[in-house]
Nanobody, 121 residues
Framework: QVQLVESGGGLVQAGGSLRLSCAGSGNIASINTMGWYRQVPGKQRESVAT???????NYADFVKGRFTISRDNAKNTVYLQMLSLKPDDTAVYYC???????????????WGQGTQVTVSS
């Protein structure tokens, strides 16, 4: 079994910062892509920041210059440093990882349970 567990969400005032963490555990042989997505009620989940399979980073336009994604491969962990937060950043943030387990040859997408980020004006 594989689990992704997020932490670091919370309530912050506009202009403040938060750092999200997502740790993978369980039967993990290899991780391909990892990244962060967010969703607000009534809207589709959207990409925020991701690592490609080649290790490059992609950012949504609405977070460029404010958010930074980083990764610790030894810990199977991905982080999202969020600065200059805005009320529009309020959402549930989800971690995603494309993982191959030991004994398997294919990669499977896994999602964390989500962590709420609320930015007050």
């Amino acid at each position: 079994q594989v689990q992704l567990v997020e932490s670091g969400g919370g309530l912050v005032q506009a202009g403040g910062s938060l750092r999200l963490s997502c740790a993978g555990s369980g039967n993990i042989a290899s991780i391909n892509t990892m990244g962060w997505y967010r969703q607000v009620p009534g809207k589709q989940r959207e990409s925020v920041a991701t690592f490609t399979s080649g290790g490059r980073t992609n950012y949504a336009d609405f977070v460029k210059g404010r958010f930074t994604i980083s990764r610790d491969n030894a810990k199977n962990t991905v982080y999202l440093q969020m600065l200059s937060l805005k009320p529009d950043d309020t959402a549930v943030y989800y971690c995603n990882a494309n993982i191959r387990s030991w004994g398997r040859t294919t990669y499977v997408d896994y999602w964390g349970q989500g962590t709420q980020v609320t930015v007050s004006s």
